[in-house]
Antibody
Framework: EVQLVQSGGGLVQPGGSLRLSCTAS????????MSWVRQAPGRGLEWVAN????????YYADFAEGRFTISRDNARNSLYLEMTSLRVEDTAVYYC??????????????WGQGTLVIVSS | DIQLTQSPSSLSASVGGRVTITCRAS??????LNWYQQKPGKAPKLLIF???SLQSGVPSRFSGSGSGTEFTLTISSLQPEDFATYYC?????FGQGTKVEV
């Protein structure tokens, strides 16, 4: 079964840091682009960052640029999101997702179970 | 950047009824459009990719159509488990969601 299991998250003060993890199973992790997507309470989905299969290229949403770092360890089948200088507005459930691609098409499947990050004093 | 606008934002429907959700893109995206279902407290689930391709395991009452700038997700006969929020998606952009309620 293709599966993504997330860990990390929790309560952090504004300006603080947090690291999220996502462990993959059931597929060849190193062969896929991976992403983080977040969802603020009661709001819609918002893409955060991507990382290419070998980790050589990384792409970020504007709000994440310079504060968040996406990384991966293919030997451990793991994806990470290091978040620094956290703001109250970063409060959200963060999902990891495998990016399925076919020609120029891409979609997210599957998704991790999500992990809640609360930024509050 | 491409914007995706869903309509309506919410709708009320009955079991057995037909539901149609529209997603409009701010520019031509050919058929690079996907649909997801999200239930409260759960991760999104892929329903449709490439505008009209049904993901494996998804019931055939779900269908997608459209190309260019206008797309539709249709649920032909709404079931109790279909009450959820639906999102369209293209590349790294999502629509704002449509909540399907009783």
């Amino acid at each position: 079964e293709v599966q993504l299991v997330q860990s990390g998250g929790g309560l952090v003060q504004p300006g603080g840091s947090l690291r999220l993890s996502c462990t993959a199973s059931g597929f060849t992790f190193g062969s896929y682009l991976m992403s983080w997507v977040r969802q603020a309470p009661g709001r819609g989905l918002e893409w955060v960052a991507n990382i290419k299969q070998d980790g050589s290229d990384k792409y970020y949403a504007d709000f994440a640029e310079g504060r968040f770092t996406i990384s991966r360890d293919n030997a451990r089948n793991s994806l990470y999101l290091e978040m620094t200088s956290l703001r109250v507005e970063d409060t959200a459930v963060y999902y990891c997702a495998k990016v399925a691609m076919a020609a120029a098409y891409n979609w997210f499947d599957p998704w991790g179970q999500g992990t809640l990050v609360i930024v509050s004093s | 950047d491409i914007q995706l606008t869903q309509s309506p934002s919410s709708l009320s429907a009955s079991v057995g009824g037909r539901v149609t959700i529209t997603c409009r893109a701010s520019q031509n995206i050919r058929d690079f459009l996907n649909w997801y279902q999200q239930k409260p407290g759960k991760a999104p689930k892929l329903l449709i990719f490439a505008a009209s391709s049904l993901q494996s395991g998804v019931p055939s009452r779900f269908s997608g159509s459209g190309s260019g700038t206008e797309f539709t997700l249709t649920i032909s006969s709404l079931q109790p488990e279909d009450f959820a929020t639906y999102y369209c998606h293209q590349r790294w952009t999502f629509g704002q969601g449509t909540k399907v309620e009783v």
